[in-house]
C-alpha cells in the first residue's frame, strides 16, 4: 500500500531504451513506499538495460519489436490499468527526473485530477537553476505559451516526461490514436483538455548533467512541426471545422 493515495493503487510505469548506465542509480533513488508496482518497459535496448532491470524487485516487460516511444508508453499505460492501477506514474530510465516527484501530487490526487504533469517553469529560471540547454528552454517556454494561448489550456509547460495518469484518462482519452514517437508526450496533453478531463500540474526540477536522453536537433525539428499540426487540428476540432483522428 503506497504512502500517498491509501485507499487508491499506484504503479509506476518505466519506460527504457539503452539506460543501462542509470538504472541502478534510478533504483536506489526510488521511494518504494511511493508505489503499489513498478513496471520497467524496454523498448528493445541493445545495451545491459534488461539485464540490470531484472536485478531489482521490478516486472520487466521486453517488447519483441521497437515500438518508439509513444508506444512504448500505450504499451505500458495499457498494462498498469489492466492490470488495476488507479494510477499510473511515468517515470523515464534515464534519470532526467526524480522518480518521486508524485509525491507533490498528493492534494491533486485526492481531489481527483485525472491527468497532472510535472512544470520546470514554476520555478524561476530553470535553465539557469538544472542546467536546462538555453536554446531548447527558448523554444519550449514558446511553444508552450503559444499552445496555452491558443488552445485555452491553462499549463506552464507542455514538453515534459513527468506525467501522472488516472483511471478515468484511460478510459475517455484515445490515446493509442496518438503518435508513436516523441509527438505522443504533446499530443495526449491536448487530448485531455479536448475530452474535458480534470487536469492541472506540479513544480518539479531535472538535471541535465551526465546520461540523459532526449530529441536531437533533427528530430526536434519535426517534434516542432508535429506541435504546431496538433495544435491546428486541436483548434479545428474544438469548432467543428475538421475533426482530427486523435480527437475522436
Known amino acids: 500500500m503506497n504512502k500517498i493515495v491509501r485507499n487508491k493503487k499506484i504503479y509506476a510505469i518505466i519506460v527504457c531504451y539503452n539506460a543501462a548506465p542509470v538504472i541502478a542509480d534510478l533504483y536506489k533513488r526510488i521511494d ?19 539485464e540490470i532491470a531484472k536485478q531489482f524487485d521490478w516486472v520487466v516487460i521486453e517488447n519483441e519489436k521497437n515500438l518508439g516511444h509513444g508506444g512504448n508508453l500505450k504499451k505500458a499505460i495499457q498494462m498498469a490499468f489492466e492490470n488495476g492501477a488507479d494510477y499510473a506514474v511515468e517515470i523515464h530510465a534515464d534519470n532526467q527526473y526524480s ?17 497532472i504533469i510535472g512544470s520546470r517553469f514554476q520555478n524561476k529560471n530553470p535553465f539557469l537553476k538544472d542546467g536546462m540547454p538555453f ?24 514538453h515534459t516526461g513527468c506525467k501522472i495518469y488516472g483511471k478515468k484518462f484511460y478510459e475517455k482519452v484515445p490515446y493509442q490514436k496518438s503518435s508513436d514517437n516523441y509527438l505522443f508526450s504533446f499530443e495526449i496533453i491536448l487530448q485531455t483538455a479536448f475530452f474535458n478531463l480534470k487536469y492541472g500540474e506540479i513544480s518539479i526540477s531535472s538535471s541535465y548533467e551526465g546520461y540523459h536522453r532526449s530529441c536531437n536537433y533533427s528530430n526536434g525539428f519535426l517534434y516542432l512541426l508535429g506541435n504546431i499540426k496538433t495544435i491546428i487540428y486541436f483548434f479545428l476540432s474544438k469548432f467543428n471545422l475538421y475533426k482530427s483522428n486523435i480527437f475522436r
Do not use: H, W
Open 135 to 158: 536554446l531548447r528552454y527558448i523554444t519550449n517556454k514558446l511553444m508552450s505559451l503559444m499552445t496555452s494561448f491558443i488552445c485555452g489550456i491553462k499549463l506552464t509547460e507542455f
Open 99 to 115: 522518480p518521486n516527484e508524485v509525491i507533490k501530487a498528493k492534494q491533486k490526487l485526492l481531489d481527483g485530477y485525472d491527468f
Open 32 to 50: 518504494k513506499e511511493i508505489f503499489d508496482k513498478i513496471y520497467f518497459f524496454d523498448d528493445c535496448s541493445q545495451d545491459k538495460s534488461v
